[in-house]
């Protein structure tokens, strides 16, 4: 998400809302984890928490009620890592449609303690207090642990005696074993620690023959790794053999496997899918509308000895690729020195080239990133009319103009594009429409956002994005532009709507966009695209469209 961090400052940068367009609502829901050995295998596992009490567990020992279901407790246990703690039950709630992957927030140590809280509510005990350590802890855990979560469930399959006994594993049982299996595998924290902790946690949290099983559990795993064995797949065999090899090594769905793979060829759907599970890095934009500088950024960020480097794409732009916690807790963020922007959306702006007297319709606005960097290149002259279907994100959107100091020129609307565009005879120079869509640009900075898409969902994705290019169209004057963005790296998305869109619009055409940015990001067809191997940022689209100044179509 650009420039607010009202849920989380990475969820959803173009990404749209669960019921952003309620008919449409129901593909955007959370959604069955993919099985982990492909979608033909019976190992499709979607834990569910307990209720009450059952026969017994995977360990043999009897189910214990869930600590939600007795009365509150206030006991503080200084023996459990508190980053281990939060990270069990933040995966809980994630896999539950609760929460997000990422802890950062702009709440400061009152988020802290809601996680506390969380845990307090869920285990029966509260652990001291989250440092800053256990803070970053807590994110790389549970960001990678949703990330690697395909990888880390064949594992843990593997090495615990059967399908049947992984399948009837109890949901925090499971979410221990993957923090364990991603600390020693993909962390590199010492073995002995990280058995000692998390068999700790088992036995506090749930009951000792957990702790008993996840012991025997680890020390399997830190036998094979020693051994520089670990049980995966091979690629080989047909297509569909190698593709789900590839899911499980690369820990991602099998439907976006065969995709890359068909679109891109196996060595570049590899390439992307490592980026995609890297430890994503973020960007900064100075607000120029408050008198700061780039260099005022560049100097509070060497003071506070945040590692980072200018971009070499926009002006206003500073990358990081850690520190994201310090900028945050610093109030950079809260007091509108800044906004968390990726290179990849200020260029769409940079696509739309706002200039002083225009106006502007950002048609899909919230949170608002893109609408208040394009009120900030207004300098006080013209006006943005930020249209969304979303109350709770016009909030947020409204907010952040009004620290960012752009409110004078920032209109929000509250309306269904679809409607609005019947309803208003308002005409405006420029539209930008920031499609909702897939996402599959940003799988770097959306941990969990790869799981809780399907195949099917682009078909329908696709019908709404036509709708609302059809719906923009009519806001567009006579000479004006439209410019239809999207954050996902997926031809059924970008280039094939539009060549779409323009069949049905022959009063638009396309207006290469090699003025408006580096020569790098522009395609064969005049079309803005960033590639997330090639640019070391999110992928994404954006095509710049004029329409006739003749009303003759």
């Not at 399948?167 to 049982?173: N, V």
């Not at 000692?196 to 946690?201: A, H, M, P, S, Y």
């Not at 790869?450 to 709404?464: F, I, S």
Request: hydrophobic fraction near 40%; charge should be positive.
């Amino acid at each position: 998400m650009e420039g607010t961090l009202s849920r989380s400052y990475v969820s959803s940068y173009c990404f749209p809302n669960p019921n952003h367009y309620t008919r449409w609502g129901r593909i955007f829901g959370p959604r069955a984890f993919d099985s982990i050995a492909g979608a033909s295998s019976g190992t499709d596992r979607t834990p569910k928490l307990h209720s009450g009490t059952s026969s017994n567990t995977a360990d043999g020992s009897p189910v214990r009620v869930p600590p939600s279901s007795r009365k509150r407790t206030h006991k503080v246990n200084t023996e459990v890592s508190p980053h281990r703690a939060v990270s069990a039950v933040r995966l809980l709630r994630i896999e539950q449609g609760g929460a997000f992957a990422d802890l950062l927030s702009d709440k400061g140590r009152k988020a802290l303690k809601n996680e506390m809280d969380y845990v307090e509510r869920t285990l029966g005990f509260r652990t001291r207090d989250l440092e800053d350590r256990d803070v970053r802890l807590v994110s790389d855990v549970v960001g990678g642990a949703v990330r690697w979560r395909r990888y880390l469930d064949h594992l843990v399959m593997s090495l615990c005696n059967g399908e049947k006994t992984f399948r009837d594993m109890e949901p925090l049982l499971l979410q221990i074993l993957r923090i364990g299996f991603f600390e020693i595998i993909k962390l590199g924290m010492p073995p002995y620690a990280v058995v000692d902790e998390n068999v700790r946690l088992a036995k506090v949290s749930l009951r000792p023959g957990a702790g008993n099983m996840v012991n025997g559990i680890l020390r399997k795993l830190v036998l094979h790794k020693e051994k520089n064995f670990l049980p995966l797949p091979k690629v080989e065999g047909d297509e569909r053999a190698q593709a789900r090899a590839l899911a499980t090594i690369h820990s991602h769905p099998v439907w976006m496997v065969r995709r890359w793979t068909k679109s891109l060829g196996q060595e570049e759907a590899v390439k992307l899918m490592n980026w995609n599970n890297t430890d994503p890095s973020f960007c900064l934009r100075v607000n120029l509308q408050k008198g700061y500088t780039r260099a005022d950024l560049v100097m509070t960020l060497k003071d506070m000895k945040v590692p980072h480097k200018v971009s070499v794409y926009l002006d206003d732009f500073v990358r990081l690729q850690t520190g994201m916690q310090a900028v945050i807790q610093a109030g950079l963020l809260k007091d509108g020195f800044c906004s968390v922007q990726d290179e990849s959306a200020g260029l769409v702006v940079s696509v739309v080239d706002p200039q002083p007297g225009e106006t502007i319709i950002d048609c899909c606005a919230a949170p608002g990133g893109k609408a208040v960097f394009m009120a900030s290149r207004l300098r006080t002259q013209g006006r943005i009319w930020a249209v969304d279907i979303n109350k709770a994100r016009l909030r947020v959107l409204k907010e952040t103009s009004r620290i960012h100091n752009v409110d004078t020129v920032l209109t929000a609307i509250h309306a269904d594009l679809r409607l609005f565009c019947v309803n208003h005879l308002i005409k405006a120079d420029k539209v930008l429409l920031d499609a909702p869509c897939s996402g599959l640009g940003v799988l770097s900075k959306r941990a969990d956002l790869r799981w809780n898409r399907r195949l099917e969902d682009l078909g329908q994705l696709k019908q709404l994005q036509d709708e609302l290019l059809d719906s923009a169209s009519r806001l567009v004057k006579p000479g004006g532009i439209l410019v239809y963005s999207t954050c996902s790296i997926d031809p059924e998305e970008n280039e094939e709507r539009v060549a779409a869109f323009l069949l049905r619009h022959r009063e638009f055409a396309v207006d290469p966009v090699h003025r408006f940015v580096p020569a790098g990001f522009v395609s064969a067809n005049g079309f803005y695209n960033s590639d997330p191997i090639k640019h070391s940022m999110d992928g994404s689209f954006a095509a710049r469209l004029i329409r006739s100044v003749s009303n003759s179509f």
